[in-house]
């Protein structure tokens, strides 16, 4: 293992604006780091920005006068979608050599987890020929991202997720997820020099795809994800499709490809050298944004259906007394499926709304409200209608079995 060097206080970044970028800048900035942003448009406030092109060698002004060798460390995130091969290679091999002219011993390459010399995909393919151009720079093989703003894969991943029946090649193929704020601690941990050379930033577990969208539908909108599997060939066809069908969500052939030529790596040995410790998808998704309002939409229908009124402190009771993803859109029928026992995750739910109001200055406003007489008339009504909906809440139980 390489020993850790002093944690550089100039951070240069190329890419910095894009999904993981701003998220590396922010961590950065946290940290008091000093950060230089190279590109075309300027990076978040409390940067530097040099303007820079891929294919250019790094600028003299990137540098602070006041630098020492060891001070500052290179993160080269940018990639130019629209340049071919020769540029993305060339570029970054130019923008490598004149980093280490320059005295920066710690140059960290975002790579890929498909990244290999026979990878399906053209991104996987100029990945691995960068690896070999650069040296003994650091190359961070990144596995599935998600969490943090819509975008990139993460963007697209949420988008599949609300399709009612999903095509997909081969949904049993694993992917390794990893969250965005993992992989920054693990940039900025091979930028200290925790870890070097060829380096998997990837989650240790290996999921199946079709599980995680699965997973997104069902913390995100409360629901389950229909996959239905399709050839490689007609999910192509579909990729051409979507470019033209403005209801689809368009879907990248390059993506397509790189899913199905997704090879699993080993990642625990580089986690453990980046002192990295990467949690399950499934315990950060409920904590996302979107997780949240799945929650607190969830929380809103419940506490509805017992009666109260959802203010904003009960809503938030909720979702905190609910660490898990959300499991029902709101809807009208849900009196009519409501399970009969006291089993199954529905009951469960069902039962801490109506604890949370009960404990609440509403629900006790509620249940003392009016006369005995009054109290045994609603009390009768409700009898009427739990047994005018014994039907539908045994059909809706027969169903869940």
């Not at 970028?21 to 946290?30: I, K, Q």
């Not at 820079?52 to 060798?69: H, K, N, R, V, Y």
């Not at 939409?297 to 660490?323: C, W």
């Amino acid at each position: 293992m390489t020993m850790p060097l002093r944690s550089p206080r100039h951070l240069v970044v190329t890419g910095g604006t894009g999904y993981i970028g701003t998220r590396v800048v922010e961590r950065a900035l946290a940290e008091g780091r000093r950060v230089t942003v190279l590109g075309r448009r300027p990076g978040l406030p409390g940067t530097r920005h040099v303007c820079w092109t891929l294919g250019d060698p790094l600028p003299c002004e990137a540098l602070g006068p006041a630098d020492t060798p060891g001070d500052r460390a290179l993160v080269h995130l940018a990639h130019d979608w629209q340049a071919g091969e020769a540029l993305n290679v060339a570029g970054t091999e130019t923008l490598f050599a004149s980093a280490l002219d320059a005295g920066i011993g710690a140059r960290i390459f975002i790579s890929s987890q498909s990244a290999r010399h026979d990878a399906l995909n053209a991104y996987g393919r100029m990945k691995w020929a960068i690896e070999r151009r650069i040296g003994d720079a650091t190359s961070l093989r990144v596995g599935l991202v998600y969490g943090g703003p819509r975008v990139a894969m993460y963007g697209l991943l949420c988008r599949l997720a609300r399709l009612p029946v999903l095509p997909m090649i081969e949904p049993n193929r694993t992917v390794q997820p990893i969250h965005v704020d993992e992989v920054v601690r693990g940039i900025l941990a091979a930028a200290d020099g925790c870890a070097n050379g060829v380096l998997a930033l990837a989650g240790p577990e290996q999921v199946r795809f079709g599980d995680v969208l699965r997973m997104v539908a069902q913390t995100y909108a409360g629901r389950r994800l229909r996959i239905l599997p399709v050839p490689l060939r007609l999910a192509l066809v579909v990729c051409d499709v979507s470019a033209f069908v403005p209801l689809l969500p368009t879907v990248d052939r390059e993506r397509v490809m790189g899913l199905a030529g997704t090879e699993p790596i080993a990642s625990a040995v580089d986690l453990a050298r980046l002192g990295l410790v990467v949690q399950p998808m499934a315990t950060h998704l409920p904590h996302e944004p979107a997780g949240r309002r799945a929650r607190l939409a969830e929380g809103h229908a419940f506490l509805s259906h017992a009666g109260i009124r959802p203010t904003s402190a009960l809503l938030r009771r909720y979702a905190k007394a609910l660490p898990e993803g959300a499991i029902s859109r709101p809807h009208g029928a849900l009196r009519w499926r409501e399970p009969l026992g006291s089993g199954g995750e529905l009951a469960r739910r069902l039962r801490l709304a109506a604890r949370i109001a009960e404990a609440s200055l509403a629900g006790e406003t509620m249940l003392a409200a009016g006369s005995q007489a009054g109290r045994l008339v609603r009390l009768a009504t409700q009898a009427m209608l739990e047994l005018a909906m014994l039907p539908s809440r045994l059909l809706a139980g027969a169903l869940r079995q």
